[in-house]
């Protein structure tokens, strides 16, 4: 993860969602979230040989609506300016994903993340501290009603606090 701190200027113009495009990822969710918030998306992720038949079909027709931007993958250099300008990452998975680096990376810029209640999210996310935890896209897009509420700083004091490199190496 990103380290020294938020990188961008975190004018929270934007949504970031990054990662790989899939079905069990969420991108379609993160459409229909930053569309209902008449928020722009930013997408950053990339499309596997094996998704690439699903990106055609079912993700490719929405990056047509204005409010959507597909950046393609992006490197470790790229994500701290990219996820620190952002109001806040969208996180809408729809699996049991184990760990969920993308939502360290985001509080390690100061960025709030509003994640879906899957998987790791309830161990990783405090709700309400380092973004919001929902349960659909409703709820998340109450919860982009409420990001201005979250201190940046404390976001990345968690960050600092439980998923520095150092701080998992000695636990």
């Known amino acids: 993860p990103p380290a020294g701190g938020p990188k961008g200027d975190a004018k929270g113009e934007y ?15 993160a459409i229909r979230i930053a569309a ?7 997408v950053a992720a990339k499309v596997d040989k094996a998704d690439a038949e699903y990106f055609k079909a079912s993700v490719e027709p929405l990056l047509a609506n204005a409010h959507v931007e597909f950046i393609g993958e992006i490197n470790d250099a790229q994500k701290p300016e990219f996820l620190g300008n952002a109001k806040a ?11 969920g680096l ?5 509080m390690a810029c100061g960025t709030p993340v509003i994640a879906f209640n899957c998987g790791s999210v309830p161990e990783v996310m405090e709700d309400g501290v380092t973004g919001f935890v929902v349960n659909n896209i409703d709820q998340a897009v109450k919860a982009v009603g409420k ?4 201190d940046r700083a404390k ?17």
């Open 36 to 42: 209902a918030c008449n928020t722009r998306l930013k």
């Open 155 to 171: 976001v990345r004091a968690t960050f600092d606090r439980r998923f520095t490199s150092r701080r998992m190496a000695q636990d």
């Open 15 to 29: 949504f970031a969602f990054l990662g790989r495009i899939s079905p069990e990822k969420g991108i379609e969710r």
């Open 147 to 150: 990001i201005h509420t979250l």
């Open 102 to 106: 993308v939502m360290i990376e985001s």
């Open 89 to 99: 990452t969208i996180f809408a998975i729809d699996w049991p994903e184990p760990f």
